[in-house]
C-alpha cells in the first residue's frame, strides 16, 4: 500500500487537515468543471460560492497557529500542471466582466487602482492550492497545510478576496438591474508587470510575515 492510500484509508473526516483538503479539493473540482462549460450566465454564481467556500477554508487556516512542517527544506513537488487552458476557458466566458478594478493594499495610503482579470487571479489560486494538494496525497500533510497557511498569506488569500469582491460585484449589478459602467479601456495590458506585482506583494509579506511562514521561504 502506497503512502497516499495508506493516508487516504485513515482520514478523520474531524480532523483539521482533513476539513481543509476537502474544501480544497472540492474548489479544484468545481472551477475546473465550471472551466469547461459554455454557460456564462450560470458561471459567476457558481464561481462566487465555490471562492466564498473556498475563503472559508483560508480564514481558519489564517485564525490557525503557524504551521511547522516536518522537514527544514521543501520536498521537491514536481513540475507544475499547466493552467493555460483552465485559464483561456474561463477568460472566454466571462470575457465581458473578466477585468476588473483591484487595490492591492487597502491600507496603502492613496493606492492606485490597478487592472486584474479573474480567469488569471482563478488560475493563479488554483496553481498554489494544486501545489499543497501534491503533498497531502502524497502522506506530507504538514507540508501541505504550511504550504496552503503560507501561500493564503502571501498569495491566494488576497487573490481570491479580490475575485471574490468582483464576483459579487456582477451579481448586485445584475440583480439590481443596474447596467455594468464602461472601465474606460482598462486592461491588464496596460498595468504594471506580473514582474513588478509580484515583488511588491512580496514586499508586503516580508514586512507583515513573521516567524515560521517567514523564515522558511529564505532557505
Same mark, same amino acid.
Given at each position: 500500500?502506497?503512502?497516499?492510500?495508506?493516508?487516504?484509508?485513515?482520514?478523520?473526516?474531524?480532523?483539521?487537515?482533513?476539513?481543509?483538503?476537502?474544501?480544497?479539493?472540492?474548489?479544484?473540482?468545481?472551477?475546473?468543471?465550471v472551466?469547461?462549460? /459554455?454557460e456564462?450566465?450560470s458561471?459567476? +454564481?457558481?464561481?462566487?460560492?465555490? $471562492?466564498? @467556500? !473556498?475563503?472559508?477554508?483560508?480564514? &481558519? #487556516?489564517?485564525?490557525?497557529?503557524?504551521?511547522?512542517? /516536518?522537514?527544514?527544506?521543501?520536498?521537491? +513537488?514536481?513540475?507544475?500542471?499547466? $493552467?493555460? @487552458? !483552465?485559464?483561456?476557458?474561463?477568460? &472566454? #466566458?466571462?470575457?465581458p466582466?473578466?477585468?476588473?478594478?483591484?487595490?492591492?493594499?487597502?491600507?496603502? +495610503?492613496?493606492?492606485?487602482?490597478?487592472p486584474?482579470?479573474?480567469?488569471?487571479?482563478?488560475?493563479?489560486?488554483?496553481?498554489?492550492?494544486?501545489?499543497?494538494?501534491?503533498?497531502?496525497?502524497?502522506?506530507?500533510?504538514?507540508?501541505?497545510?504550511?504550504?496552503?497557511?503560507?501561500?493564503?498569506?502571501?498569495?491566494?488569500?488576497?487573490?481570491?478576496?479580490?475575485?471574490?469582491?468582483?464576483?459579487?460585484?456582477?451579481?448586485?449589478?445584475?440583480?439590481l438591474?443596474?447596467?455594468?459602467?464602461?472601465?474606460?479601456?482598462?486592461?491588464?495590458?496596460?498595468?504594471?508587470?506580473?514582474?513588478?506585482?509580484e515583488?511588491?506583494?512580496?514586499?508586503?509579506?516580508?514586512?507583515?510575515?513573521?516567524?515560521?511562514?517567514?523564515?522558511?521561504?529564505?532557505?
Amino acid at each position: 500500500m502506497s503512502d497516499a492510500t495508506l493516508h487516504d484509508s485513515t482520514r478523520n473526516p474531524d480532523d483539521f487537515s482533513v476539513q481543509i483538503a476537502d474544501q480544497v479539493e472540492s474548489f479544484l473540482v468545481a472551477v475546473t468543471e465550471v472551466a469547461k462549460g /459554455d454557460e456564462p450566465g450560470s458561471a459567476v +454564481p457558481f464561481l462566487l460560492l465555490e $471562492v466564498s @467556500q !473556498l475563503l472559508l477554508a483560508g480564514g &481558519r #487556516l489564517g485564525a490557525h497557529e503557524d504551521m511547522v512542517p /516536518d522537514e527544514r527544506y521543501e520536498p521537491d +513537488p514536481g513540475p507544475e500542471a499547466d $493552467v493555460d @487552458q !483552465l485559464r483561456e476557458n474561463l477568460a &472566454r #466566458l466571462l470575457e465581458p466582466v473578466d477585468v476588473y478594478s483591484e487595490v492591492f493594499d487597502p491600507y496603502a +495610503p492613496r493606492t492606485a487602482p490597478v487592472p486584474a482579470r479573474i480567469s488569471d487571479d482563478l488560475a493563479d489560486v488554483i496553481t498554489d492550492l494544486r501545489h499543497g494538494m501534491v503533498h497531502y496525497r502524497a502522506g506530507r500533510t504538514s507540508e501541505a497545510l504550511w504550504w496552503w497557511q503560507f501561500s493564503y498569506f502571501s498569495n491566494w488569500g488576497p487573490t481570491a478576496s479580490a475575485v471574490l469582491r468582483a464576483l459579487q460585484s456582477v451579481l448586485i449589478h445584475v440583480r439590481l438591474n443596474q447596467p455594468l459602467e464602461e472601465l474606460d479601456g482598462l486592461d491588464t495590458d496596460q498595468a504594471m508587470g506580473d514582474e513588478t506585482l509580484e515583488f511588491e506583494a512580496g514586499q508586503v509579506m516580508a514586512e507583515e510575515i513573521g516567524g515560521p511562514l517567514g523564515m522558511r521561504q529564505g532557505n
